[in-house]
T-cell receptor
């Protein structure tokens, strides 16, 4: 059973701090990795994708990938109350069907003013 | 572009009733997906389609059916609704690079 594991949280950080969200995956051959943000009562919104080892930065967000350790992380710099949401890690099911995604259960982030 | 649209937004069904959840995308994506999301349980794949006329089962297909007669539309059919099907249902479509885009969801309650 292929799995994506995330700490459910809640992760609480003060406004302006760095929020660090972590994700591990079981399928060693996975090639594509995604972070989705989901506000309460809303649908998941893609915020980052990463395909190669290392860091990828987009504004206040940095995704980090370490395939050898099967580990993906998302850093949010200068966290704002508007970043309070659940963050879903998703990994492609490379050996499965048509590149389907396997989702973690999500980490709930709370940014306190 | 409207992206992925879903109707209805909310629905209450009685046990044993049937209904169809509608999903339409205007991005000309070949791949489309139906997920359900239960509290604290993440997203579970129900069915997916790789193009018009082609569908396949995901992780939790029992109690559901799909069809894909056009690239744009991917309806999900619930036959004989059961309380276990109370959930939030999301439709998604994706580009070739695996980035999936979600619709706004349908919140279904079966009583």
């Amino acid at each position: 059973q292929k799995e994506v594991e995330q700490n459910s949280g809640p992760l609480s950080v003060p406004e302006g701090a760095i929020a660090s969200l972590n994700c591990t995956y079981s399928d060693r051959v996975s090639q594509s990795f995604f972070w989705y943000r989901q506000y309460s009562g809303k649908s998941p919104e893609l915020i980052m994708s990463i395909y190669s080892n290392g860091d990828k930065e987009d504004g206040r967000f940095t995704a980090q990938l370490n395939k050898a350790s099967q580990y993906v992380s998302l850093l949010i710099r200068d966290s704002q109350p508007s970043d309070s949401a659940t963050y879903l890690c998703a990994v492609n099911d490379y050996g499965g069907s048509q590149g389907n995604l396997i989702f973690g259960k999500g980490t709930k982030l709370s940014v306190k003013p | 572009n409207a992206g992925v649209t879903q109707t209805p937004k909310f629905r209450i069904l009685k046990i044993g009733q049937s209904m169809t959840l509608q999903c339409t995308q205007d991005m000309n994506h070949n791949y489309m997906y139906w997920y359900r999301q239960d509290p604290g349980m993440g997203l579970k794949l129900i069915y997916y389609s790789v193009g018009a006329g082609i569908t396949d089962k995901g992780e939790v297909p029992n109690g559901y059916n799909v069809s894909r007669s056009t690239t744009e539309d991917f309806p999900l059919r619930l036959e004989l609704a059961a309380p276990s099907q109370t959930s939030v249902y999301f439709c998604a479509s994706r580009k070739r690079d695996n980035e999936q885009f979600f619709g706004p969801g349908t919140r279904l309650t079966v009583l």
